[in-house]
């Protein structure tokens, strides 16, 4: 949730060019709502833990993915920005044992 809220915010408050803002608020917009659909184990709008794991690892690897892209467009704050998120998200994803709860 950190990680999509400093996404949105980031890009437009350091003045970086309206792509990567647009970019930056619609990945730290889908990476938000993985975050709360994976609050609860039951009801309507959650995720079964097997789908969120595999959704945190490929939200890894997209926001790497367009780090790599921008890096590639040439603008290094974009690479920088979006690299260090994946690299994040990446790290929590991997040391999260992905199990449910039961109170």
């Known amino acids: 949730m950190a990680v ?6 980031l890009p437009l408050v350091t003045g970086m060019a309206p792509d990567v803002v647009v970019t930056g608020i619609f990945i730290g ?5 993985l ?8 009801g309507r709008g959650t995720l ?4 969120q794991s595999v ?12 780090g790599v892209l ?8 974009a690479l920088l920005l979006f690299g ?5 998200v990446l790290l929590v994803t991997v040391t999260t044992r992905y199990s449910v709860r039961t109170i």
Not at 29 to 33: E, I, Q, V, Y
Not at 84 to 88: D, T
């Open 4 to 9: 999509g809220t400093l996404l949105m915010a």
């Open 29 to 33: 917009g889908l990476g938000m709502s």
């Open 35 to 42: 975050a709360i659909a994976g609050t609860g184990s039951q």
């Open 48 to 51: 079964p833990v097997s789908t």
């Open 55 to 66: 959704f945190d690892r490929g939200l890894a690897l997209g926001l790497l993915a367009v």
């Open 70 to 77: 921008y890096g590639i467009l040439g603008d290094p704050m």
């Open 84 to 88: 260090a998120s994946g690299l994040a």
